[in-house]
């Protein structure tokens, strides 16, 4: 796809966004419990959290499709809603796109892109040429007369991509806009909506409750849950220092391990988990003698042949475990590997260790969190007993020949 095409959106200065203690209730529900977030002109920002965490009642509340019941938004400067003042939707210079696509089923595609630019007061020539443009920029230049029901779902979405870019608004917003299109468009259609979105200058706010699709495409991640807004970070810092349990476990996890704290140094712990030491970094204070779980992210997980592991001794630095699953994913392997009573998941390897096999998982520090687990304090000591060494009758016979 060209870079610069007659009509395509350029040149917006982004909507600087302020939301200040935004409250939203559905009967007994409450939807967005006292908010507050920050965005900056041209910023593209996800919404992560599960189903029913309140991300789209934000999005809609600042669209003005939804009134708060308390708190403000500003839009570059501008108070658009508070408990009284509501500036209606088509006052705020946004558009959005969402998960159904909603296009006009009795609009072509160039009336249904068209549409976006009736207030623009364009001439004729003018806006068809910025119609055309954007088509061509979506792909879908030779498509304009068709109607909807002519398209395939990602057409659909491209059509609606056009639609909300036409008019360069200043905030654009996304309402899951992949979850109904196949793996693979979704990467590329994902591709798209990021490269356009950034050229066209305007502020994003993006919602989904896939972890992945918000990593790949934010600037900044917020993370909701139960109607607050826990974390606001860059990708980076949510995922190696995560504000909230929740946030680390909504975030990618490889699996937990229930431990008691030996010593801190700075913000890293020791933790003994059974016969081993793991390193992670504390979330909130730990002192010596507190049971602590630890997150383990994938990235910290890297398995070892267990002959080859000099740390398969006592109290050393990894864990013993049996392969119970693996599976190819194109550009290596994801093993399964039961430690004990731990089981840790998605453990990337070039080379599949087989189902059975005897392995160590080696554990970087810099991908694990641990935070003090009160409740755990009362099966700790039925998990430490365990020995984390593999017993040999769960090991597959011919990796038990290879076994000290
Ligand atoms: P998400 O987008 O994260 O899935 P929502 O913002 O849709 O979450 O919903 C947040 C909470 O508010 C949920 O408990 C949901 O059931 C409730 N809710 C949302 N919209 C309505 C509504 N129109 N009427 C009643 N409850 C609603």
Same mark, same amino acid.
């Given at each position: ?83 009284? !003042? ?8 946004? *558009?959005?796109?969402? $998960?159904?696509?909603?296009?006009? %089923? ?13 207030? !623009? ?6 806006? !068809? *040429? ?20 002519? &398209?395939?779902?990602?057409?659909? $979405? ?11 608004? $200043? ?35 993006? +919602? ?12 900044? +991640? ?8 826990? $974390?606001? =970070? ?36 020791? +933790? ?25 992210? %994938? ?54 260790? %087989? ?9 970087? %520090? ?7 687990? =009160? ?12 020995? &984390? ?11 038990? !020949?290879?076994?000290?």
């Amino acid at each position: 796809m060209t870079a610069s095409v007659q009509g395509s959106v350029q040149g917006t200065t982004g909507h600087r966004l302020e939301v200040a203690r935004a409250v939203k209730r559905f009967g007994a529900t409450t939807a967005l419990s006292g908010v507050d977030l920050a965005v900056e002109p041209g910023e593209f920002l996800v919404l992560l959290g599960p189903s029913g965490s309140g991300k789209s009642t934000l999005v809609r509340a600042l669209a003005g499709i939804e009134r708060l019941d308390a708190g403000r938004i500003h839009l570059s400067g501008q108070l658009v809603a508070d408990g009284n !003042r509501h500036l209606a939707p088509e006052h705020r210079n946004l *558009a959005m796109v969402f $998960q159904d696509y909603a296009l006009w %089923p009795h609009l072509t595609v160039e009336g249904n892109v068209g549409y976006a630019l009736r207030r !623009r007061r364009l001439d004729a020539s003018t806006a !068809r *040429a910025r119609i055309g443009g954007v088509l061509e920029r979506v792909g879908l230049g030779r498509h304009g007369a068709r109607y909807p029901h002519e &398209l395939s779902g990602g057409e659909q $979405q491209r059509v609606a991509l056009a639609r909300a870019v036409v008019a360069e608004p $200043q905030l654009l917003l996304f309402d899951e806009p992949l979850s109904n299109l196949d793996a693979d468009l979704r990467e590329r259609l994902r591709v798209e909506i990021a490269t356009l979105t950034r050229e066209s200058g305007a502020t994003a706010i993006y +919602i989904t409750h896939d972890q992945t699709e918000a990593f790949a495409l934010a600037d900044t +991640i917020g993370v909701l849950d139960h109607g607050e807004l826990v $974390q606001l =970070a860059t990708p980076e810092d949510v995922y190696r220092r995560p504000a909230t349990p929740f946030v680390a476990r909504f975030t990618g996890v490889a699996g937990e391990l229930v431990g008691t704290v030996v010593r801190v140094l700075g913000e890293t712990g020791e +933790i003994r988990v059974g016969d081993l030491i793991v390193h992670a970094r504390c979330l909130g204070p730990l002192v010596e003698g507190d049971v602590a779980r630890v997150v383990v992210r %994938p990235a910290a997980t890297s398995i070892v042949e267990h002959r080859e592991s000099p740390s398969f001794e006592r109290g050393s630095g990894a864990l013993s475990g049996v392969v119970t699953d693996v599976a190819y994913r194109g550009r290596g392997y994801d093993h399964v590997v039961a430690a004990g009573p731990w089981v840790l998941s998605a453990i990337h390897a070039a080379q599949a260790h %087989p189902r059975g096999g005897a392995v160590g998982v080696l554990l970087d %520090p810099e991908h694990c969190v641990a935070f003090a687990d =009160a409740d755990a304090a009362r099966y700790i000591d039925d998990l430490t007993t365990v020995t &984390l060494t593999v017993p040999r009758e769960r090991v597959a016979p011919e990796m038990a !020949r290879r076994l000290p």
